[in-house]
């Protein structure tokens, strides 16, 4: 911005120089003007950043099989909005079948010998409490009573997981959202090997693509003006007259580098709810930075440091010993949010401290130091100021006669 304003600065004192020798050799002789003024105001401080980013889903789930066999029945495909506990697929029920029916057939028996079991136990308690058996005897009628009831359990175990097994056979929705892909068909054999993590085949990918989120790229210089919460315009090629709206959710710590150029990944979740934006769809970001209505601003190209406020204060005619007077005081904050700004007063030009806060660039808010009254000089830098005389020289001497 500093570079844009110099330009400017050089522009117009390129002019005045050019039309003032081009006139009588008096205008060719007048003083130019190096600066300008202008009051310090209220004013809406406003700053963007832009971005290029891609559309993705906030969160996916792949919908995988637990039961092995071969797929009798895919109950939606691509692009389709499912429901929360809609089947989405059928495995061949055979085998889990026949096991939950062995499975029946072997807890009933273990059962039919625990009531044999326990019947012998009531006997055998009996007698040995009126001591006509032996102690071995009826331990070894509580041991196999204790072996009846432990087979009860482990049969019951066995015929509970062969119906589940069963109802893995049909694959449900485990939320609400749209398929955005399938990689399988009907008639094909899939083996899901449940004990291994992960395992299984993936029947579908599905997506709640009510709200998608957007993937920009911002540059490391910018990434610092950027926080949770900011509002964000995107456009998409697909919809050039429509702007959506979104938030910043997150910006991820871990920078991409490509070509040399350092970008970090910033978040922006976005209602998706007309079902507009697309997964995948390039997109262009504002992400706006400021919006602030401040009390009172000044330009950014009015603001002086300790390194060139001699240069600046030469061209308005400020003593090196008024300038050395004014910088005995110490100032906290000193070129971060502290500067000078040379003001207009009765006296004529006056150095004074400033304290800022945000700025837009071409403007900062000002928080103390100045009122509205005040007017300020802006000025070109030192080395502008500099190349201005050298030129303004050369000038004269290309157009002076005699």
Not at 339 to 344: C, Q, Y
Request: charged share 25%; net charge negative; proline share 2%.
């Amino acid at each position: 911005m500093e570079t844009i304003m110099n330009k400017k600065f050089l522009s117009a004192s390129l002019l005045v120089l050019v039309l003032s020798s081009c006139g009588s050799d008096n205008k060719a002789n007048e003083e130019t003007t190096f600066y300008k003024k202008e009051s310090v105001n209220q004013k809406k401080l406003e700053l963007s950043i832009e971005a290029s980013g891609i559309i993705e889903a906030i969160s996916s789930v792949e919908i995988k099989s637990k039961a092995s066999g071969e797929i009798l029945l895919l109950g939606a495909e691509v692009g389709d909005l499912v429901n929360k506990g809609s089947i989405l697929g059928q495995i061949d029920q055979r085998t889990p079948k026949n096991i939950l029916d062995q499975a029946k057939s072997d807890l009933e028996a273990s059962r039919v010998r625990l009531e044999n079991a326990k019947s012998q136990y009531d006997r055998g308690k009996e007698l040995h409490d009126n001591g006509s058996i032996s102690d071995k005897d009826y331990e070894d009628i509580q041991e196999s009573y204790a072996q009846a009831k432990s087979s009860v359990v482990r049969t019951e175990v066995s015929y509970e997981n062969a119906k589940i097994a069963l109802d893995d056979t049909i694959v449900r929705s485990p939320v609400q959202g749209t398929i955005i892909s399938r990689p399988v068909e009907v008639g094909q054999v899939i083996s899901s090997p449940t004990s291994a993590v992960g395992g299984g085949t993936i029947l579908m990918t599905m997506a709640d693509l009510s709200k998608v989120r957007v993937r920009a790229l911002v540059d490391e210089i910018d990434v610092g003006k950027v926080s949770i919460g900011q509002i964000v315009s995107i456009k998409v090629a697909a919809y050039r007259d429509k702007e959506f709206f979104g938030t910043v959710s997150k910006i991820e710590p871990l920078a991409k580098v490509e070509q040399n150029v350092t970008t970090f990944p910033v978040l922006i979740d976005i209602d998706n709810n007309e079902n507009l934006l697309l997964l995948g769809m390039n997109t262009d970001v504002v992400i706006e930075v400021l919006n602030k209505n401040v009390t009172l601003s000044t330009p950014t190209m009015s603001l002086r440091t300790r390194k060139d406020i001699y240069s600046a204060a030469t061209i308005l005619n400020i003593s090196k010993e008024t300038i050395d007077n004014f910088l005995t005081e110490k100032v906290d904050g000193e070129n971060f949010n502290r500067f000078i700004v040379i003001k207009d007063s009765k006296k004529g030009p006056e150095l004074t401290w400033v304290k800022i806060g945000v700025s837009d660039l071409s403007y900062v808010e000002v928080l103390t130091g100045l009122t509205q009254k005040d007017t300020v000089f802006i000025l070109p830098s030192k080395s502008l100021f500099d190349y201005q005389q050298r030129f303004k020289e050369r000038v004269s001497a290309s157009f002076s006669f005699g």
